[in-house]
């Protein structure tokens, strides 16, 4: 028998699977979408909140302590930064997520990650 059609366990799941419907991290399908859509939560959540404290630390400092006005110019670079802010800050916080939830070994809320360690 080929690698590929032994029956392997999911390390989150831990159902059955063909060897190569798996990952290299051993993860099936369902799990895999799983943990994406948990760290596109988690970015999405990280990256606004981000992107908030950004704005809002600029028009406190700035609009109310300096009393600096941004000139039209510089308006388009204002939303930039906070774009890029976004953007980084959702992607670290993706990685981040799916790197422990991969690491703890279960996604979804029915993985008992404690079964497999045994
Ligand atoms: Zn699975």
């Not at 159902?15 to 369902?30: K, V």
């Not at 999405?44 to 110019?73: E, F, K, M, N, T």
């Amino acid at each position: 028998m080929r690698f590929r059609d032994a029956e392997v366990a999911c390390r989150s799941c831990q159902q059955l699977y063909p060897a190569g419907e798996l990952d290299r991290y051993f993860w099936c399908h369902d799990c895999r979408r799983a943990v994406r859509r948990l760290g596109a939560r988690w970015g999405r959540a990280v990256g606004l909140a981000a992107s908030l404290a950004v704005a809002a630390y600029v028009l406190i400092r700035y609009y109310l302590i300096l009393d600096v006005r941004l000139s039209d110019q510089l308006l388009p670079l204002y939303f930039l930064m906070l774009v890029i802010t976004y953007v980084l800050t959702s992607r670290i916080a993706v990685a981040v997520v799916q790197g422990i939830y991969r690491a703890r070994g279960g996604a979804r809320p029915n993985s008992r990650p404690d079964d497999a360690a045994g």
